[in-house]
Every structure is written in C-alpha cells, then in structure tokens.
C-alpha cells in the first residue's frame, strides 16, 4: 500500500532507459536525488524500454538490462510503497497515445528537436523511431496528467514539445490534458572517471579502470580507487582546477558520508593519499556491498515481479481511460 504524507499533493514522472549497469556517478548523480524526492512527490518510475529501441539493440542484453535495472534501482532506494515503477512496453497505451498525438504534431516541430539533429547527423540509416520519439516521450507524460517531469536542462526542450502537444490538442478538441512544467533538477555531484578526473564517470568509458559499476566486484573497486589518478603534492584539498583527481574522490566522500569538503578536508590535514584512498575505498565498498546484497535478495525473489505486475495494472487503467478520452474527442467511436 503506497503512503504519502498529506502534504505530497504534485505528482512527477521519470523515464529510465535500459542501458545498462549503472555507475557510482549515476548513483550519486541522480538516483540519490530521486530517493530524496520520493518523500516531496507522488511518483512514476517507468523503464523507457520503448524509447530504447530507437537505435539498434541486443535483444537478449536488452531484455537483462530492464529486469536488473529495477532490482538496482529499488535497492538503491527507490521504495516501492512511494513510486509507482512500472515497464513502458507492458502498458500498450503509451504507443496507442502517440500515435494519435503524432497526427496532431507538426513535422516541423519534430524537425527542429535538437536531439534528433544531433543523433541524425552522426548516422544517416537511423530510423523513423528517433524521429516521432519525442511524441511517445510526450505520450508517457500526458498519460498521467503529472505536474511535473524532472530532467536535466538538455531534456528541458522535449518537455516544452509535450507542453506543446497538450496545449494544441486542448484548444482544437477540449479540456483533455493537464500541462505539465519542467522540473529542472539540479545538477547533483558530478562524479568523474577515476583515470582522467576532467571526464565524467560514463559506463562507455574506452578505459573500465576509471568507472565503477554498481555491480563491480568490491576488490575490483577497492583497486579501481586505490589506482586513481592524483597529483604530486600530497595535500588533500578541494581544488578541481589544480587537484581535479583528490576533488573527485572528496566529491566521492561527500556525497556518500554526508560530511563536509571542510571536515573531510580537517579528517585528512596530516594523512597521506595512500590513507585516503583506502577510506574512499572502504566506505564505496559499505555503500556498494549494502546495494548489492538488497538487488540480489531483489532480483531471486518474486518481490520483483509482484511490483510490476501490481503497478502495471494501475498504470494501464489510467492510460487506458486517457486513450479512450481521446479516441472520443477526436471522432474515433461508432
């Protein structure tokens, strides 16, 4: 039973594609400021599988990544009493409600999608998928009448196309959809590669020695930092122009202690790199062991399934009636 404090009265959506394991940055990033505004919104988590599908994938990989991706993300504390987590491809009427949103948006519109431009020019053969996505990622939102869809500045421009498409389908068939805003999150800790410190931490980095996966075994992390990139002056202080290598590792400590760049800083005034090194090491490895026992215990159990099977029947009903609405308002009925 999901419980929400009588204050929670906005509702959000978050779309997550399957793309594979996730990274301590991804963790600390972004999911850590999701587990935060659990408590501040009503919440929809979907995995954006459909939205996957718009450049080529491995079918089994990608069938791996949507299960495990909600095992991690529920043990990285994402509580299943407070969000809504559900599968787009198993709710059959976000592709229903793009289509007839998508012969309600302009091509033009769709053209000048910066994303697309950018996706398109480095691929001639690319699909009409990565062309009309924008319309389905509009169709997960409209579908919920949420107030809010948090994202990044770089996705801000397809939450303004979905502001677009509700307020043009109200004003030619009537009041159907609540237009929602942007919620433009805020940046969080920016994590870098363990190897080049002036990189973000990014699961395709040419070189696995600067990333640490979520799932990476504890000595291959306890490796992975004890081998970080540092400088040669020995003084561990918060200075990402000159020491952007001991930064990150501060950064790192920060977000995962709750301590200050200040007492971190105090913590290691007399020490050496080896010292703080190993504590980095030792307190990613406590995070990263306590993620990884609960997405075990998650992923070889039934509580998965049960979840999904729970949330996709409340997310399909809602969808359904917002379809058949439609369908209504535009002509489509006996």
């Known amino acids: 039973m999901r419980e929400f404090s009588e204050k929670v009265t ?86 229903n409600i793009s289509w007839l949103l998508e012969c309600n948006t302009p091509f033009g519109e769709l053209s000048r999608m910066t994303q697309f431009k950018d996706k398109s020019s480095k691929n001639a053969n690319f699909y009409a998928g990565l062309f009309t996505y924008p319309v389905l990622m509009a169709a997960d939102i409209l579908a919920y009448d949420v107030d809010y869809v948090p ?8 939450v303004e196309l979905a502001r677009n498409i509700a307020l043009r389908f109200n004003k030619k068939y009537g009041e159907t959809f ?17 190897v080049t410190p002036d990189k973000k931490m990014s699961k395709s980095s040419d070189n696995p020695k600067g990333v640490i996966r979520i799932l990476d075994d504890v000595a ?17 202080k918060f200075d990402p122009e ?53 997405y075990f215990d998650i992923i070889n159990s039934s509580k998965l399934d049960e ?16 379809f058949m609405f439609m369908k209504e308002k535009i002509g489509l009925y006996r």
């Open 10 to 95: 906005k509702t959000i959506l978050t779309g997550i594609q399957p793309s594979g394991v996730i990274t301590l940055g991804n963790y600390i990033g972004a999911i850590k400021q999701m587990v935060r505004m659990q408590d501040e919104f009503k919440s929809y988590i979907f995995i954006a599988d459909m939205h996957a599908i718009t450049v080529p994938q491995d079918p089994q990989k990608l069938h791996e990544n949507i299960r495990s991706l909600v095992a991690l993300y529920l043990a990285c504390g994402i509580d299943p009493d407070k969000n809504i987590i559900f599968i787009q491809s198993e709710n059959e009427y976000h592709a």
């Open 151 to 158: 994202v990044g500045i770089d996705q801000k421009q397809h």
């Open 178 to 194: 609540k237009v929602p805003d942007a919620y433009i999150t805020d940046a969080g800790t920016k994590i870098m590669d363990l």
């Open 220 to 236: 291959s992390i306890r490796k992975k930092i004890m081998g970080a990139t540092t400088d040669s002056d020995c003084l561990i």
């Open 242 to 294: 000159n020491k952007p290598g001991i930064s990150n590792l501060i950064n790192i400590c920060v977000a995962i202690t709750g301590l200050s760049i200040k007492e971190i800083e105090d913590m290691f005034a007399n020490k050496n790199y080896g010292e703080f090194k190993k504590y980095v090491a030792d307190i990613v490895v406590e995070e990263v062991e306590g993620i990884q026992k609960r």
């Open 307 to 322: 979840i999904l099977d729970e949330n996709i029947k409340i997310t399909r009903e809602i969808a359904k009636n917002k």
